[in-house]
């Protein structure tokens, strides 16, 4: 897919810029990094604080090309994201953390992952991913090709669904967002696995029960971990993690408390039983 006018005018990424915290806890135990799907960004996860308990602050990544990065150009190879976010992420990992991204966010955190431990870093405690087959497997949903923008948003909306009804109407707004669209759907079609031992982390995977991903598709994540793999299918299609977002993230917490167990000790105490 070659640059519109627009990302040909875009700027560098820029350093520093990677890591939203909308609803800062200065005495949370655990941060949660939690990483969008194509063409979306930080503000995605502006509610998620309103549905965990006070003990996890959401540290919302932001990738170039979107939001308040806008004139930034959208990267369209995986690995040199990761090394930016790599740098930006870094100084948050000073204490407990974990990963959770959907989709293309999924592939995101999960290299962020192995990035950390090729380099002997800190390591997330658990990695959760979501609506994204595991990674030597093909994606069930078949590649949108180089199409006009009207055709274009007609297939994301037959592979995906979830399309905004303003962008399929608005050849305006349809400028400002595809470009950031397609160049995240060229950095996962390019996506090449290499094969590496499993991580010691623990991974759960959630599915939505009318996805194209299959249930082996997400079961295949537990090739990737020495930990038992927990899988998680809520109802909805692709986007249930917009849908189901509340139910999503009491089973977030749920598995969490089994990796992290001081979570759930310290809300005992200030929830004692009878």
């Known amino acids: 897919m070659s640059p519109t006018s627009n990302q040909a005018d875009a700027s560098s990424p820029r350093a520093g810029l990677s890591v939203k915290c909308f609803h800062p806890r200065p005495h949370a135990q655990l941060r949660m990094f939690c990483f969008p799907w194509a063409g979306l960004g930080a503000s995605a996860f502006y509610r998620w604080s309103s549905f965990l308990p006070d003990e996890i602050e959401v540290l919302a990544v932001q990738y170039p090309g979107r939001e308040d990065r806008l004139r930034e150009a959208p990267f369209r190879r995986l690995q040199p994201l990761v090394e930016l976010l790599a740098a930006d992420v870094r100084p948050y ?72 009804d303003v962008i399929a109407r608005d050849p ?55 930990q038992p793999l927990r899988l998680h299918l809520l109802p909805g299609d692709h986007f249930f993690v917009t849908s189901q977002t509340e139910a999503l993230l009491k089973q977030t917490v749920e598995d969490l408390v089994h990796t992290h167990p001081q979570l759930l000790l310290s809300r005992q105490d200030e929830n004692p039983a009878g």
């Open 93 to 164: 990992t000073d204490q407990p953390f974990v990963f959770w991204g959907h989709s293309m966010g999924a592939l995101v955190a999960f290299e962020l992952a192995k990035y950390y431990r090729a380099a002997g870093e800190a390591m997330p405690g658990h990695l959760f991913v979501s609506g994204r087959q595991a990674p030597h497997l093909p994606d069930p949903v078949p590649r949108i090709p180089d199409l006009s923008d009207e055709e274009f948003v007609r297939e994301l909306q037959r592979c995906y669904g979830g399309v905004p």
């Open 172 to 226: 305006e707004i349809r400028s400002v967002f595809l470009p950031t669209i397609r160049a995240d759907l060229e950095l996962v079609y390019t996506y090449a696995h290499e094969s590496e031992p499993p991580l010691d982390c623990h991974i759960s995977a959630f599915g939505g029960t009318h996805d194209n991903h299959a249930r082996d598709d997400l079961e295949a994540w537990q090739t990737y971990t020495t």
